[in-house]
C-alpha cells in the first residue's frame, strides 16, 4: 500500500513537499514515480527513479524546480516542489512497477505502474 501526504493550497513561487509511505514492501526494490493530474488533462508523469541503478527522470514542466528522493530508513518515497507555478495544480500520485530500467530520457510507461497511492491535492494560487 503507498500513501501519499503534504499536499495543499500553497501560493505560487514557494515550496511544497509531497511524501509517499510504502507500507507492505521495500520501497527501493521497485522503481518508483511521481504522477499529476490536473483537472480536464489526463495523468502525466512527472518524476522517476530507477531500482538498479538510481538513475532519475525528469519531466521538462518540472526540471530544475523538483526533485525526487527516497528515504531507505522511513520506506519513503519524496518529491520536494520548489517555486511552483500554478500549472503544477493536480492531483498528485505516486506509483511503484517491477519494471525497471534506466531513467536517462524517460520513464518506465505509466501503464506499467502497477501499485498506486490514493493521490494528495495540490493547489497553487497565483
Known amino acids: 500500500q503507498l500513501v501519499e501526504s503534504g499536499g495543499g493550497l500553497v501560493q505560487s513561487g514557494t515550496s511544497l513537499t509531497l511524501s509517499c509511505v510504502a507500507s507492505?514492501?521495500?520501497?527501493?526494490?521497485?522503481?518508483n514515480g511521481w504522477f499529476r493530474q490536473a483537472p480536464g488533462k489526463e495523468r502525466e508523469q512527472v518524476s522517476c527513479?530507477?531500482?538498479?541503478?538510481?538513475?532519475?527522470y525528469y519531466a521538462a514542466s518540472v526540471k530544475g524546480r523538483f526533485t525526487i528522493s527516497r528515504d531507505i530508513a522511513t520506506n519513503t518515497l519524496y518529491l520536494q516542489m520548489n517555486n511552483v507555478k500554478p500549472e503544477d495544480t493536480g492531483v498528485y500520485y505516486c506509483?511503484?512497477?517491477?519494471?525497471?530500467?534506466?531513467?536517462?530520457?524517460?520513464?518506465?510507461?505509466?501503464?506499467?505502474?502497477?501499485?498506486w497511492g490514493q493521490g494528495t491535492q495540490v493547489t497553487v494560487s497565483s
Open positions: 506509483a511503484d512497477t517491477d519494471y525497471d530500467g534506466r531513467y536517462t530520457g524517460s520513464c518506465t510507461p505509466q501503464i506499467l505502474f502497477t501499485a
Open positions: 507492505e514492501w521495500t520501497l527501493d526494490y521497485y522503481a
Open positions: 527513479v530507477s531500482a538498479s541503478d538510481g538513475s532519475i
